[in-house]
């Protein structure tokens, strides 16, 4: 079985659980693509596909790399940045600038999905298909996207609690001054020390 499993590996490239895992994938995306044919469907998935590569690619990638740019330049340099020189005493503060891609990547992913229905596009169809209203959509969305901010809001606040925890002396006893060099002490000895040099007489 061992023989077995390493020449499959050998001649594919992975493991064979990989293998099975790929092709039931392709196995499901043709009974999806058979279902949309089947339902008549396939005009509008391949207009939606089509749509969201180019929209994607050629619009959505440099709007939010532009924005993301932006944000990094808006933000305050925290403790740690290229052009920030903390003190020895001073705290690092995590950075902000995560926990507000995170929650808005997944706003915007959503929204990229779900756009139709949030923004009661396919208003009529969605009616039409389910018997059900897209009006709860948006707030449902917005609700999400609320949740989201939120708990990054919290998870920052309690990374900036733990980085001052961390970083505050014990006891709120104050760092004691660096003690002099050794370089110091061993002049004030040599210089307390010496003793003058005898010369013989001629």
Known sequence: MTGVIGRIRRWYGAHPLHLLALLAAFALAGYAVRAVVAAGQWQVVALWFLVAIVGHDLLLFPLYSLADLSLRRLLPRRAGGASAAPSRAATAQ???????????????????????????????????????????????????????????AVSYALRLRHAAVKGSPPNGHRPESDPPSSVAQDAAKGGSTSKPTSTRDT
């Open 94 to 152: 995590p950075p902000v600038l995560n926990h507000i891609r995170v929650p808005a990547g997944f706003s915007l992913l959503l929204l990229l999905v779900w756009f139709p229905l949030i923004l009661r596009i396919s208003s009529s169809h969605y009616h039409q298909a389910s018997g059900l209203t897209a009006a709860p959509y948006l707030w449902r969305w917005l609700a999400v996207t609320g949740v989201m901010f939120l708990a990054s």
